[in-house]
Every structure is written in C-alpha cells, then in structure tokens.
T-cell receptor
Framework: GNSVTQMEGPVTLSEEAFLTINCTYT??????LFWYVQYPGEGLQLLLKATKADDKGSNKGFEATYRKETTSFHLEKGSVQVSDSAVYFCALIPRHSGYSTLTFGKGTMLLVSP | DADVTQTPRNRITKTGKRIMLECSQT?????MYWYRQDPGLGLRLIYYSFDVKDINKGEISDGYSVSRQAQAKFSLSLESAIPNQTALYFCATSGRGTSTDTQYFGPGTRLTVL
C-alpha cells in the first residue's frame, strides 16, 4: 500500500534558522509528491509539488527535491520567519491510478520564535 | 469569496444525534472529498466523489454517509453521532485530469460530540 512518514514535531526554531522537515514514502510505481501547509485556524493549501524523479518543487522560499533512490521528499527553507509557523503535511498520489486520492503523512508542526 | 465553503464552521452535538456537514465550491471542479483530521493522525479520507453519480468509500467510511446533490455540493452525514467522531472535518475539491491534481481545501468544520 501507499504510505507517507514524516518527522515528528513540533520543530522549534528561531527566526532566520535553517529548516528541514523529513518525508519518506512507500508507493507502487512513481507517485507525485506534495507538501501542503495548514496555518492556524485554516484549511490546507498546496505549498509545492513534484511529479517525477529529480524534480524540485519550490514556493515562498521553500524547496523539496523528489529523490527516487531514497524515496524521500524533504522540505527545506534557508531562513524561516515567524509567519512560517504552521503544520506541514507531506502527501502523495499514485501516478497510474484511475481513482487517485491523496495519502497524507501525519503532519509536522513548525514553531518559529522571534 | 472563498472557493470552497463549509457549513457550519463549528458544531457541538450530543451522542445519537444526526448531523450534516455541507460543502459547496465555486471552482467548477468535478471531484470532491471529505477528510477528518485528528491530532497526531494527519488527514484521513472518509468519502470521495469523482462526479455527481460517483461515490466511493475512503479509508474510514464507517459511521458516515455522503450525498452529492450537484457538481458543486457534497454533504457528509453522521447518522448517529458518537464521541470518537469528534474531529476537524475538511472538504476538498480537484479538477479532472492526471493523477497530479492539486486539491483545494475548505476552512474546516470543528465537530464536538458530547
């Protein structure tokens, strides 16, 4: 079956620190990979995605590279801000599936202090 | 105006009551989803619908039912609510296409069953 494993949180950082949130996956074939973000009191929104091996998704200073050899899609940001405090979800969709639905990781809370 | 709306935003009810959560979207998408979010468990799929005549069970459908009244409306019902259905519920939509569809989430309904 398909599954996504994320590092447990909360991750606590000071403003301008470097961020890494680890994500690994198990899936048949080569899935598409996503990072979603949930700000306090809101629904999830897409942060970035990658559809094939070695693709790099990027948005708002965040980046993640699709690594087929390590089945990973780690999220990184060079300098976090207080406004980045949120819960981050890694997710996948199987590529060749007639009825494709998202499989989510359990989420990682990020807390950034001034 | 929000593209995906959910009503109510908050609801407190008692064990055994019937509850309906409603979702509407103005994105013109044909695919709609219901998820529940529990602390430490991430998001889990309850039901999904790929068009008006298509309804599919997700990972945790027991105790829930859905109705796709129109392309833009997808309702989730709890026929007889129980306390372990206390959770945050999200509706999402996506467009027709490849398995890389991005899902767009509503703001969520916080349901408490006493």
């Amino acid at each position: 079956g398909n599954s996504v494993t994320q590092m447990e949180g909360p991750v606590t950082l000071s403003e301008e620190a470097f961020l890494t949130i680890n994500c690994t996956y198990t899936a048949t074939g080569y899935p598409s990979l996503f990072w979603y973000v949930q700000y306090p009191g809101e629904g999830l929104q897409l942060l970035l995605k990658a559809t094939k091996a070695d693709d790099k998704g990027s948005n708002k200073g965040f980046e993640a590279t699709y690594r087929k050899e390590t089945t990973s899609f780690h999220l990184e940001k060079g300098s976090v801000q207080v406004s980045d405090s949120a819960v981050y979800f890694c997710a996948l969709i199987p590529r060749h599936s007639g009825y494709s639905t998202l499989t989510f990781g359990k989420g990682t809370m990020l807390l950034v202090s001034p | 105006d929000a593209d995906v709306t959910q009503t109510p935003r908050n609801r407190i009810t008692k064990t055994g009551k019937r509850i309906m959560l409603e979702c509407s979207q103005t994105k013109g998408h044909d695919r709609m989803y219901w998820y529940r979010q529990d602390p430490g468990l991430g998001l889990r799929l309850i039901y999904y619908s790929f068009d008006v005549k298509d309804i599919n069970k997700g990972e945790i459908s027991d105790g829930y039912s859905v109705s796709r009244q129109a392309q833009a409306k997808f309702s989730l019902s709890l026929e007889s609510a129980i306390p372990n259905q206390t959770a945050l519920y999200f509706c999402a939509t996506s467009g027709r296409g490849t398995s890389t569809d991005t899902q767009y989430f509503g703001p969520g309904t916080r349901l408490t069953v006493l």
